[in-house]
């Protein structure tokens, strides 16, 4: 006999509006968006930033179009390829479920450099404010992923919190989408925040706020990944690495080489570059 705490009988749909189900998930996404870009708004005004409110309001709409799509191509290449391409017509099948965060941050930067150049604004100056609100929505979508008994942890006897969950069989598990919450949300919006609203200079080092962002985003979630169960269709992908563990370390990298790249030595640099 295995204990473990019985999963909450919890709905995926929070309501229905005639024929159309509302989930937990679509309204994760509708309230990210929404409380990402209140935000956003709010750092705009304080900063003087070029990305200013109005184009701050014009970029929710690309926002948005990056995080679906690439989310959902990003599930589609990194997680279930072989799927796909037997079901190519299942790839419009979002309401089913699938997203994936790492296709979603591909979309977003995609999403944020033509907004930029076409705006013709910094793509850094966008990056550095996006990134402080990004953590809303992590936090909202791990809400749903466990409100729907998905994406659930490893199976464990060593905690007191361990959840039976409907889909993981009889065996009690992490619930790794609480620990995702806690910190890709809450504890990365804290810190993220506490620097831009408190670390003036940090604040005025152009892409420094977008690499710690890669930085402690990739950190927490391989760390994460531990306590995570690998998708079924993959299994581990490289030895005792799992995808999102792999798609983590260049993150990690990239982030390192953005906050390098902010060090006031390397802003006179350029500075001299351009003179």
């Not at 906050?259 to 802003?267: D, L, Q, Y």
């Amino acid at each position: 006999m295995y204990s473990g705490l019985a999963f909450p009988d919890i709905d995926p749909v929070a309501f229905q509006i005639g024929l159309f189900p509302i989930r937990w998930y679509s309204l994760a996404y509708i309230f990210g968006l929404i409380g990402a870009w209140l935000l956003a708004r709010r750092m705009s005004r304080v900063s003087g930033s070029v990305f200013t409110v109005l184009k701050i309001d014009d970029f929710l709409l690309w926002a948005t179009a990056g995080i679906i799509i690439g989310g959902r191509l990003g599930y589609v290449l990194f997680y279930n390829l072989g799927y796909y391409i037997e079901f190519p017509w299942q790839v419009l099948a979002v309401w089913q479920g699938g997203m994936s965060f790492h296709g979603g941050l591909i979309g977003v930067i995609l999403a944020t450099v033509l907004f930029a150049r076409k705006k013709q604004i910094p793509v850094l100056a966008i990056g550095d404010i996006v990134v402080c609100v990004a953590p809303i929505g992590l936090f909202l979508g791990r809400l749903a992923n466990f409100a729907n008994g998905e994406l659930y942890g490893r199976v464990t006897q060593a905690v007191p919190w361990a959840v039976i969950f409907p889909g993981g069989g009889d065996m009690p598990r992490h619930p790794s989408q609480l620990y995702e919450a806690a910190l890709e949300g809450v504890v990365l919006f804290c810190i993220l925040n506490a620097v831009w609203w408190f670390g003036g200079r940090y604040r005025r080092r152009p892409g420094f706020m977008t690499g710690l962002f890669f930085v402690l985003y990739g950190l927490f979630r391989f760390g994460i990944e531990f306590f995570r169960e690998p998708d079924a269709q993959l299994g581990f992908v490289a030895g005792w690495l799992s995808m999102g563990q792999v798609l983590c370390v260049p993150m990690v990298l990239f982030g390192l080489w953005l906050i390098g790249r902010s060090s006031p030595k390397a802003i006179m640099r350029k500075i001299k570059e351009w003179e």
